[in-house]
């Protein structure tokens, strides 16, 4: 019988066993001379019962694998099956969907965009055309204001006008015991000082003498109420006031020297030669004289007594 020793367990051929170190310790005589003495066995596994349990296992291993193998089949059959097929055709037709969604989304929003360029546009068109309306309304209001003012005017003047008729020539008004003739006409073109005083001469008088409060008062009111803030010629009128013979002494044409003088502030200054004087539409009476050269074109105020009533 072969026998070897490895960390005091003793192992045979047939059997395995494993004995106390003190035992070995002991004379062998010992150990044969007492049969009787049993041995302590501390794992005792017979060959046949080792192998059918690793039989067991053994097969117990292949069947799991067996069936995990046609389980991972099975699995992987029915991925491709959900692949290949129907999830394949769902994802498909949801994707689909979602396309037409978005697609119809950005239509919507191109549309939203031109309504919204097209409602800007016409919105712009409308602050314009208020903004035109604004200009034309502010327009009208001063030619309606235009208009009353003139009626005005007309109305205070129809009365001179009648007596005018019969104290004046045609044309002319009776104001203060005397006849007037304004060149408001657009028609008749504006002249200088020296020419508008031979119209006045042509037709029997001269440059007007304003030389009362009174009179000037209601020139100046006249005067004003027919201006037109629309018109780009003349306004303003020469009188009969000079300083030619003598530069700064103002002289009416009557030959008398003028006491009491309705300048605009500042006037006035003699600049490049200013010998004779006009009076301007003012809202302010007392502020509407001006010095100006006799050369200068403008409109003209004539004066001459009236004609007998007889």
Same mark, same amino acid.
């Given at each position: 019988?072969?026998?070897?020793?490895?960390?005091?367990?003793?192992?045979?051929?047939?059997?395995?066993?494993?004995?106390?170190?003190?035992?070995?310790?002991?004379? /062998?005589?010992?150990?044969?001379?007492?049969?009787?003495?049993?041995?302590?066995?501390?794992?005792?596994?017979?060959?046949?019962?080792?192998?059918?349990?690793?039989?067991?296992?053994?097969?117990?291993?292949?069947?799991?694998?067996?069936?995990?193998?046609?389980?991972?089949?099975?699995?992987?059959?029915?991925?491709?099956?959900?692949? /290949?097929?129907?999830?394949?055709?769902?994802?498909?037709?949801?994707?689909?969907?979602?396309?037409?969604?978005?697609?119809?989304?950005?239509?919507?929003? /191109?549309?939203?965009?031109?309504?919204?360029?097209?409602?800007?546009?016409?919105?712009?068109?409308?602050?314009?055309?208020?903004?035109?309306?604004?200009?034309?309304?502010?327009?009208?209001?001063?030619?309606?204001?235009?208009?009353?003012? $003139?009626?005005?005017?007309?109305?205070?003047?129809?009365?001179?006008?009648?007596?005018? +008729?019969?104290?004046?020539?045609?044309?002319?008004?009776?104001?203060?015991?005397?006849?007037?003739?304004?060149?408001?006409?657009?028609?008749?073109?504006?002249?200088?000082?020296?020419?508008?005083?031979?119209? +006045?001469?042509?037709?029997?008088? /001269?440059?007007?003498?304003?030389?009362?409060?009174?009179?000037?008062?209601?020139?100046?009111?006249?005067?004003?109420?027919?201006?037109?803030?629309?018109?780009?010629?003349?306004?303003?009128?020469?009188?009969?006031?000079?300083?030619?013979?003598?530069?700064?002494?103002?002289?009416?044409?009557?030959?008398?020297?003028?006491?009491?003088?309705?300048?605009? $502030?500042?006037?006035?200054?003699?600049?490049?030669?200013? $010998? +004779?004087?006009?009076?301007?539409?003012?809202?302010?009476?007392?502020?509407?004289?001006?010095?100006?050269?006799?050369?200068?074109?403008?409109?003209?105020?004539?004066?001459?007594?009236?004609?007998?009533?007889?």
């Amino acid at each position: 019988m072969e026998e070897r020793e490895n960390s005091g367990v003793t192992f045979d051929g047939s059997y395995k066993r494993m004995i106390y170190q003190d035992d070995f310790s002991e004379d /062998d005589q010992t150990l044969s001379s007492y049969p009787e003495k049993q041995q302590v066995s501390m794992l005792m596994v017979r060959p046949e019962s080792s192998l059918n349990h690793h039989q067991r296992l053994t097969a117990g291993l292949a069947v799991l694998a067996v069936v995990l193998l046609a389980v991972d089949v099975g699995l992987g059959v029915y991925y491709n099956k959900l692949t /290949d097929g129907q999830m394949v055709t769902d994802i498909s037709s949801e994707v689909a969907k979602l396309q037409a969604s978005y697609d119809t989304i950005i239509q919507s929003r /191109d549309e939203a965009k031109k309504q919204l360029a097209k409602e800007i546009s016409e919105q712009q068109m409308t602050k314009w055309e208020i903004a035109h309306q604004s200009t034309r309304t502010e327009y009208y209001e001063k030619m309606d204001d235009q208009i009353h003012i $003139d009626i005005s005017a007309l109305r205070s003047h129809i009365p001179m006008l009648k007596e005018g +008729c019969r104290h004046c020539l045609p044309g002319w008004t009776f104001m203060n015991s005397v006849c007037y003739y304004f060149a408001f006409s657009e028609d008749i073109l504006p002249r200088s000082w020296d020419d508008a005083r031979e119209f +006045c001469k042509i037709q029997g008088g /001269d440059l007007a003498v304003i030389n009362s409060r009174e009179n000037h008062l209601a020139i100046t009111r006249l005067i004003s109420g027919y201006k037109d803030p629309q018109s780009t010629g003349s306004t303003d009128f020469w009188i009969g006031l000079t300083d030619t013979e003598q530069e700064g002494t103002w002289k009416w044409l009557d030959g008398t020297r003028l006491t009491e003088g309705y300048w605009i $502030d500042g006037e006035p200054n003699n600049q490049g030669n200013e $010998d +004779c004087v006009a009076t301007f539409p003012k809202s302010n009476p007392f502020q509407a004289w001006n010095d100006a050269p006799c050369s200068y074109h403008l409109k003209w105020i004539c004066q001459r007594p009236p004609r007998s009533t007889n």
